[in-house]
């Protein structure tokens, strides 16, 4: 497995909704001295318990009351108690967050999520739910269009990607992010589940190398299989959401917002692998 995914893993969380008995993913992070889990609002219980897996840690439970969401975004935000965050695996910090970029140029992005269907894999106390990761790439706003969308597109919070033909599942190791128990190729499965997992920018290119640092710029929300794509929403909505709640993450929210894509907006879409 790549550096890249191996660090896109160890920033991914399962989340398991015991109230709605649904399952989504979701990532940490930290901004000031707050740490939150960012994931998609659909179906999200507006309280009780939910449960938290991620690589080489415990599973957990945390409880939930009124999660931020919101609902243009559909995107959601809870704080985890500090007495928990330790508990997490690694955290992305405001320095990974890429809320602006140019959506009129085609770029290569990657994204991973927890797909429900592949949940009848066999499992293990040492194997965790499998992971779908994929490389595709993103839409230019000028060649969107608003046909057959539940919601009208707005190309300052939404990303539409290119649904990827084919995918990799990897079923993780829960005490080695570094190894992969078994590993499928083939066509993507189906997208329940992944929804609240990242879209990230793969990083800055060094000669032939992509360096292992992902820039986080936005949250899978959902699909159009008939259409071919993806649909996400940008980190600066989600930011904006927790900005308003919590003023006292405002300065690390406003150096977010003023961060602008410096090689990993407008990187040709078959420009290297991953």
């Keep these: ?41 659909h179906d999200l219980a507006a309280s009780g ?42 955290i992305l910090g405001a320095d990974r967050l890429l809320p602006n970029w140019d959506r009129s140029a085609r770029a290569m992005a990657l994204v991973l999520g927890y797909p429900t269907s592949c949940h009848m894999w066999p499992t293990r106390n040492d194997r965790m739910s499998p992971a779908a990761t994929c490389q595709t790439s993103t839409l230019p706003t000028g060649q969107w269009s608003q046909q057959d969308m539940e919601r009208p597109l707005d190309p300052s919070i939404d990303i539409l990607l290119e649904f990827p033909k084919e995918c990799r599942i990897d079923l993780m190791h829960l005490h080695d992010p570094l190894s992969s128990v078994a590993t499928k190729e083939g066509p993507p499965p189906d997208p329940h589940g992944v929804g609240g997992g990242g879209i990230r920018f793969p990083g800055a290119r060094k000669k032939d190398i992509w360096e292992p640092l992902p820039q986080l710029v936005g949250i899978q929300v959902g699909y159009h299989r008939s259409m071919g794509l993806l649909r996400g929403t ?41």
């Design 234 to 274: 940008g980190m600066g909505r989600w930011l904006a959401l927790v900005a308003k709640a919590f003023p006292d993450v405002q300065k690390e929210v406003e150096e977010a917002m003023q961060r602008r894509s410096s090689g990993f907006g407008a990187i040709p879409a078959h420009g290297g692998g991953a």
């Design 1 to 41: 497995m790549s550096a890249i995914w191996c660090t896109i893993h160890r920033h991914s969380v399962l989340l398991h909704d015991l109230e709605t008995k649904s399952e989504r993913t979701g990532i940490p992070i930290r901004l000031g001295d707050r740490v939150f889990i960012a994931t998609a609002a």
């Design 49 to 90: 318990q939910l449960g938290v897996i991620a690589v080489s840690h415990p599973a957990m439970l945390f409880a939930v009351h009124h999660p931020l969401r919101d609902a243009t975004g559909d995107v959601a935000a809870f704080e985890v108690p500090m007495s928990q965050a330790s508990a997490l695996p690694e």
